[in-house]
Structure formats: C-alpha cells, structure tokens
C-alpha cells in the first residue's frame, strides 16, 4: 500500500516538464481538468488538506480497495482491502503501518435508508457503486462511502483518503512501460485460478505456476501473480497475495523512475485514469510523496487481520454455508484498542526489549502465542512463553533492571495495568517467579490474565 501511494506521487513529481499530453493524463487520473492539474503540480502540495495534517503530527488514514472490474463477475466487490496509517514524527521519517483485511470477514453492511445486509465485508464497496449507498453510484466516492465508514466502525480508527484500484489497472500499466521484472521469493502452485468467470458459466480452474526467482513479466502474467488465492508453499493466504500486489506496484515505480521510464508516463496515467478513483488531490499526492520517500521500508509494520488473531474461522462446509471468518469480539473493541495503538513509542521500541507472553487465562487459546505475534507485528522482539497457573489480572513484569522501562510503560498502558518489578534477589533468597512459567532471564514478561482473554473475547463476565 506503501507502494500504491508512491507509485501515484511518483507519476506526478519525476515529470520534470509538463506537457499538454501529461497535464491531460493527471486530470484525467485525479478526476480535475487539465488547468487545475498543473496548478496542482506547481503548488507541490503545499496547503493541501493532507499537508495541513502533516503539519500538526495527525494520523493519516488511507484504504485501497482492490477488485476485478466491470470485464469480471462480481465487478466490484473488493478483494484485495488494506488500509495504510501514516504518523508524522517531528525530525524523523513517519511511522507507518500496512494493515491487510480479509475479504470473507462476514459483517452487517450498513446501506442507504437504514436499510443493512450481512455480507463478506467485500461487498460493501461494491454496494456503494451499484447505487446502494448513501451517494448515487456515479460519485467518484460511491464504492467508499459505504466501505470506509465500515471500516472505520470495525476498526475505530477515521478514513480520510480512499484509492479503489481496478485490477486491470496493473496489467494496462504494466504494458504502458514494457513488463516489469518481478523477483518472485518462493516458486508456487495454484490448481484453483479461476478459468473464467463463474457469472458467464465458466467456474471452471486452471492451475498456474510461478518459479522463484527474478522473472520479467507482461501485464496478463503480473495480474495473475497479483491475484492467485490458492497457491502452496506459503503463498495461498490474503496477505501473501497483499505482497505479491506489492512487488509489482515496487516494480512499475522502479521502471517509472528511470530514464526510459518517464516518457511512459502519459500512458501510465492514461491507463489508471480509467481504473482507479480517489479522493485524493494532486496536492495530497504531492504531500504524501514528501511525507513517505524517506522512510526505510524494513520499518514498515505490516499487520494482519485474521483468524490468527481477532478473527476465527466459521468451518465451511461443516458448520456454514460460506468460507467466513468472524470476529470473537462483536463489539469490536478489541481490534479498535489494537489498530488505534499501531504505532508504539519510538522509546518503547528503542529500547530492544525481549517480551515473552504466558498464558494464565485458563482458556486455551494459545493466548500467548496469539500476542507474541500481535506485539511482534508491532516491532517487538517477542517470544511465546506458554502456559502458567491461571490467575485473574494481567501483569507486566519488568526483570529488566531498568534497562526496558519504556517497553514496559508502554504494555503496562496498554493493558491497562501498573509495571510490577521484582525485587533483587538476595544470598539466601529465591527471586520472585513468574507463576507456574519459566521466568526469562531479564527482558519483560506479560502474564496474560483471564480478565484480558475475557475482554479480547467480548465477553461480558470478566473476571469470572
């Protein structure tokens, strides 16, 4: 997603000069007439309402919505969702997190009038632009204005910016600059790419099969790569494919930006403006560029929504007509306090601290794996520690000997509990243990209680 939103920046400032060709091709893209287009350009973004956000250090919050297009059946129902947070930092590169949704996440769509439908969550863009939404279904925000305001529900954090993404987009681009070269990191099998389309009569499959390794691709070929659900070896989830999208938008920015590149623009952008609505200006791409350039992509968090975590899985065909996945908190408050708290302190995770989770819930659930891998998301060192006699609260134990306070202030809030620090030991002592559970030799030890397994459950009856 990252990568989305310096692919359209890039379009708009390696340019250099701004022909009547180009300045067509950006209104085309951004929805404006060719004279506000290259006012758009020479502003550079300054004063836009993205930069005015940048300048008081606010969250940005911007989703792609990825789907088939009006040639495919089910046109536009999204199924490729991810949302991009971006946090200022005063002197320092954004804070940014990738966090992927899953398409078969089954959740009550509000519509217009009132009126609601319990769909995939794909669905919801699509009702907006088949006119079910709060806006006529010619609006460049028909298909976002029924799926962000879900989002923003679901995940308690506000949408300012939308991208929706035709897939053919990447193939039409991808011929405008003459293929892409794709370094594939693990060769994969899919026996169930779609054939054709199930809606025209044609539900039958066909298997595809990509080698590792670096590879030049034409437009159908990198489509087919973005979009395979089913592949093996690791490559058969959401946010697999989310990455494998994210190498080809990597790839075209490569190709954009060099020589050759740049006199393929008026193409490209002739080929997205067809495929693509934003609500975004020139100016906020502009902003968005300067903002995001600089930052490292190693520091990307990229986060997961899914039945490893929030979500569990309905077990098609046995117990559902659908492959669904719901939330284990319908109030949804545990993925809100989690997508809002995205971005620790930059304190909390300089100081390095390793984090061991133990599970004392008395459920089940790999609980502590469950958070080991959540914080781990979040750019923790963190270690799953394993199950220990069930106790009510939850602890935040710091063995430390000061060296990873901030970690531990930062969890210790998070939870909502206070730091406990064991005292030294002494010669004839036995230092405070960690209860039933191997205590780690310093770093930080969260204690999961069953008064948090019960809050992230939804479950009203805490502390029971």
Known sequence: MLSVVLMFSVLIVSAGVYGVRLSLALAKTFHTNPISAVAGVIGGGDGSDL?????HFERINLVLYGYGGVQHSGGYLSDSIMVVSILPVANHPPQVAEISIPRDWYV??????????????????AAGMLGEGPVPASAINAGAAVADPLLEHLLGIGITYFVGVDFSAFKQAVDAVGGVNIDVPAGFTDNQYPAGECDL????????HFNAGMQHMNGATALIYARSRHGNNGQGSDFARSRRQQQIIVALKTKLESIGGIGKLPDVLNALGDNVLTNLTIGDAETLYSLVQGVNPASVEHISIDDSNFLYSCG????????????????????SHYVQDVFPTE??????AKIT????SGRNRNASGRWASLMNMLGFSTANGGTARRQVATEVIDNSGGRDTLAADWLAEYFGVTVTTPPPATVGTTPTAIPTASASSGGITVVLGSAEEQAFLGDPGIGN
Not at 347 to 352: F, I, P, R, V
């Open 316 to 335: 098609y065909p046995a117990h559902c007509g659908g492959a669904y996945y719901y939330a284990d908190d319908q109030s949804f408050k545990s993925i």
């Open 108 to 125: 009550n769509i509000p519509l217009r009038k009132g009126v609601s439908t319990e769909q995939r969550i794909n669905f919801a863009y």
């Open 51 to 55: 930069d005015k956000l940048r300048q």
């Open 201 to 208: 009569g044609n539900c039958a499959y066909e298997t595809i």
């Open 357 to 360: 989770f133990v599970d004392a």
């Open 347 to 352: 304190g909390a995770l300089a100081d390095g």
